[in-house]
């Protein structure tokens, strides 16, 4: 057993409870659907559309954060990274974005980090504001990680702003941490395409897939340890019957 076991099962049933007790359904009249399978399985249909809007800030968020805080230094989510990045580092990461767009150069993400760091603290500061980091982890060796927290299916164009945004943070970081160790990478809670690998074909010329895309176990066992995603799994099981009388006397109202 996991030490994170029962914070986590409360994180799970506050925050299904939460959306239980603020769900109302839309105004959305399907009357061919409904005569067919009922206003109550409409209505659930239509509570796991909304839950599945929020499922990453309400409860994948919070989730790995639990996780993380018995293994890291420091775990916290939706962390502003900085404000600033040197304009040297900007030109960098626009070479980099266009020989990656180009595919005159394929992704390594160590030499990038590299090439940033070299000139992270040359020319003037800029201001720039990018996307909070979803979860931000420092473990005891004082190795920074950032994860961008992604549905399980991105359209494949969005992979090269997810890349941009991956090597700003690290030139946001090093402008005012200069010497640090630093990862910054996609984090993506399941495989929708289980059990076949996930489909990374979508990624692949934009990210280095082995330093910049964690999926499924290999991002929740990273966070919580080796087994956390199975044993994450038997959670969501158990907390789904623990509530199943509760979920089901809600949608019997309608």
Known sequence: ???WDEPVKQVLRDAIRKKLA?????????????????????ALYSFVQSLNT??????????????????????????????????????????IMN?????????????????????????????????????????????????????????K???????????EWVAIYLLEHPDAQIHTAIAIPYNPYAPKPYERWTARGMLDLDAELYVAE????FVGGA??????????ETVGLELKSEIDDKFKQF
Not at 68 to 92: D, P, T
Not at 157 to 167: E, N, Q
Not at 227 to 236: K, N, V
């Open 218 to 221: 290999q991002f929740w066992d």
């Open 22 to 42: 603020n769900y109302h359904p839309e105004a959305n009249n399907m009357p061919f659907h409904t005569r067919l399978l009922g206003k109550d399985r409409m």
């Open 99 to 155: 020989h990656l767009s180009d595919a005159s150069a394929t992704p390594s993400k160590s030499d990038e980090i590299d090439a940033i760091r070299q000139v992270c603290l040359t020319g003037e500061p800029a201001n720039l504001k990018t996307t909070r980091a979803d979860i931000a982890l420092e473990d005891n060796q004082g190795v920074v990680y950032l994860f961008d927290l992604k549905t399980a299916k991105p359209n």
């Open 157 to 167: 164009g969005m992979f090269k702003d997810f890349k941009r945004t991956l090597l």
């Open 54 to 95: 929020n499922f990453g800030t309400s409860i994948f968020e919070p989730l790995a954060i639990r996780l993380a805080e018995g293994r890291f230094k420091s775990a916290q989510s939706q962390v502003i990274i900085g404000r600033k990045i040197s304009s040297q580092s900007q030109i960098i990461i626009q070479n």
């Open 227 to 236: 087994g956390a995603y199975d044993h994450l799994l038997t959670i969501f």
């Open 1 to 3: 057993m996991f030490s």
